[in-house]
């Protein structure tokens, strides 16, 4: 994430929210909660306001701070979602977008593949 600011916080949470939902398919009545988490050099807002914003309404929503480990990624926001499913956790994707791909190349180069048409 380019910036510490309101408007980046919920670009970054909304477009990270539609990703994973769109990349699995998931229907809002299927999830149980939704935990955003954010390195502790992003305080501007509430990542969670993105999803209301939304019409997520009906969800459990929480934001907290990763831990602050020196040399980790800075300006990074994460996604932990619960989703009731019958699907695999090889059919699950996750998803890693802008700076955040670096964290995880293997994912990331399978993310691309099935994005791509």
Known sequence: MEANTREAILDA??????????????????VASIIFTTTPDLNAEFPAVAARSAGWTDVALMCGH???????LPRCLRILMH???????????????????????????????????
């Open 66 to 72: 990763e831990m602050n480990v020196p040399g980790s």
């Open 13 to 30: 949470a909304s477009e990270l929210l539609a990703e994973l939902v769109r990349a699995n398919d998931v229907q809002r009545d299927h």
């Open 83 to 117: 989703v009731n499913t019958e699907r695999g956790l090889h059919e699950l994707r996750h998803v890693y977008l802008r700076g955040a791909r670096a964290l995880r190349p293997d994912l990331v180069s399978e993310q691309h593949v099935e994005a791509t048409p």
